[in-house]
């Protein structure tokens, strides 16, 4: 069963039914069970898959060979902290800025308004992300230590 800080696993190389690999440009349907079981597909196979628990579908991206861009470091600061029980504010700022940057796709789950998910497209890497109430003068707070870890990383 999923729960708050449930280790999400990521998407397979290949497709659960042909086993084909999934490459750049690609695209995939992923699903989820309550239990936390995750099953990738390739979107022709999925048409044969009995539909079940929570579904999305992806693209695999083109890798980019530049240097970090501030985004990224926002996602690298991200994983870091990813599954830091003091650092849940935090996290959560950082996944509302990379949603609104297009570095984390947002799935949402009507059964479960009380957990975000987030999925990174280039890897198929799942987070779960605890919406967090943060007061004005404590979300500058975090601000500013967001922005010195990515200053000084």
Not at 121 to 149: C, K, M, R, T
Request: glycine residues 6%; proline residues 7%; hydrophobic residues 30%.
């Amino acid at each position: 069963m999923l729960t708050k800080n449930s280790q999400l696993p990521r998407r397979a190389k290949c497709c659960a039914l042909k086993e084909e690999p999934f490459v750049p440009g690609s695209e995939y349907v992923s699903s989820l069970t309550p239990e936390g079981e995750r099953s990738d597909y390739c979107v022709h196979c999925w048409k044969e898959v009995e539909k079940e628990g929570f579904y999305w579908k992806g693209k695999i991206p083109h890798r980019k060979v530049e240097p970090l861009t501030h985004d990224e470091k926002a996602l690298t600061y991200f994983r870091s902290i990813y599954g830091e029980k003091e650092k849940q504010k935090a996290l959560f700022i950082l996944a509302q800025y990379l949603e609104r940057k297009r570095q984390l796709v947002k799935l949402t789950d009507a059964k479960n308004p009380h957990m975000l998910f987030y999925e990174l497209p280039e890897s198929g890497e799942l987070f779960s992300v605890e919406p967090q109430a943060i007061a004005p003068e404590e979300a500058e707070d975090i601000g500013g230590e967001i922005v010195d870890n990515l200053a000084h990383g």
